[in-house]
C-alpha cells in the first residue's frame, strides 16, 4: 500500500514551500495560510515548522521532498 502525501514540503533555508497533492491539501493551504494561491504556499523560515505543525495537527499527511520521509503526527 502506498501513502500519497497531502502536501509536500521543501525547506530551502530562508523559505519553506508546501505543494498540495490532493484537494485535502489544496484546501488546507487555502484556509490557513493567508498568502497560499492555487495549492502553493511559500513562507519565510521562521514560519514553516508552524504551518507544518498545523497541518499535521488537523491530520494531513506531509512529505519533505528532499529525503521522500513522511512527517510523524505530533
Do not use: C
Amino acid at each position: 500500500m502506498t501513502t500519497k502525501a497531502d502536501i509536500v514540503t521543501s525547506n530551502e533555508g530562508s523559505l519553506w514551500i508546501f505543494l498540495s497533492k490532493t484537494r485535502r491539501g489544496r484546501n488546507w493551504l487555502t484556509r490557513n495560510v493567508a498568502d497560499s494561491e492555487n495549492g502553493v504556499a511559500i513562507a519565510e523560515h521562521r514560519y514553516g515548522f508552524d504551518i507544518a505543525l498545523g497541518a499535521l495537527n488537523d491530520g494531513l499527511r506531509l512529505q519533505d521532498t528532499a529525503t521522500g520521509r513522511f512527517a510523524s503526527s505530533p
